[in-house]
């Protein structure tokens, strides 16, 4: 450990090659000494939240997320737009996959509609919804929810993220990319959408995996050891799971 009269003593260059030596580590430069670096720059490397650069960095935390609740994608199952993390987290487990998508113009869809208002969709129908990175999406993001609590069994489980820091899309989502959410907003819709039921939420996220993500760097350019630490301060993705009274 480095006495305060040697680190008040050492420059601030050195006071750097100590930390990347990793002799001091909780060095923070003074006011005016920050090194933006590659960082100075008005636009992300990426704009494709950076698909192109090794993938989302997001995605290292959502599919954590579905990963760890793997146990609770079974039975019957209702995926958005795909059924790719149903298939993937839930496997033999899962006995009938269903795909509900905004228009017919999804031919593996078995359910066409919006999940603010489905009344085709009998209630309590499904074991299992995965909700990835969709809620943000839907305008009446109350309604969907409501909905998810009617077509689920007594028993099943809602799985749910949703993004809070991030950039928008410049695509195809962009005109309908309505909602942030932070884990304080979560955890009161839920409270009032899914009365009784057994509710989670956490966030994910540091100031290095957001710094990043925003600029469009890939999963594959980052210490995935860093992603692992959160601070609730910094929230990213902000996971749900909740199981029906």
């Known amino acids: 450990m480095i006495k305060p ?8 260059f050195g006071k750097r090659w100590l930390k990347k030596a990793g002799l001091l580590k909780d060095f923070i430069p003074e006011p005016g000494q920050v090194y933006f670096g590659d960082l100075n720059r008005l636009k992300p490397f990426n704009n494709n939240f950076g698909y192109e650069r090794g993938g989302p960095i997001d995605r290292y935390y959502i599919e954590s997320f579905f990963q760890q609740e793997s146990a609770s994608i079974k039975g019957r ?8 993390y149903t298939m993937r987290y839930g496997g033999a487990k899962v006995t009938q996959s269903d795909i509900l998508h905004i228009d017919s113009s999804n031919p ?3 359910f066409v509609g919006d999940l603010s208002n489905a009344p085709h969709i009998p209630d309590n129908l499904f074991d299992c919804i ?3 990175q969709t809620l943000h999406l839907i305008y009446d993001f109350k309604g969907a929810i409501r909905t998810c609590h009617r077509l689920l069994k007594p028993g099943g489980t809602l799985l749910l993220t949703v993004p809070y820091i991030t950039s928008i899309d410049e695509g195809a989502w962009n005109s309908i990319w309505y909602w942030a959410f932070t884990r304080q907003a979560m955890q009161k819709l839920m409270e009032e959408e899914f009365p009784s039921a057994r509710v989670e939420v956490s966030s994910k996220g540091n100031v290095y995996a957001a710094t990043a993500f925003l600029y ?3 999963l594959s350019e980052v210490d ?12 990213m993705v902000v996971s749900v799971k909740a199981v029906k009274a």
Do not use: F, W, Y
Request: net charge positive; charged share 25%.
């Open 216 to 218: 469009g760097m890939g």
């Open 108 to 110: 593996r869809a078995t």
């Open 224 to 235: 995935k050891q860093k992603l692992s630490h959160q601070d609730p301060q910094i929230q």
């Open 130 to 132: 995965i909700l990835a």
């Open 5 to 12: 009269l040697i680190k008040r003593l050492i420059p601030p």
């Open 77 to 84: 199952v209702l995926d958005i737009g795909d059924n790719e």
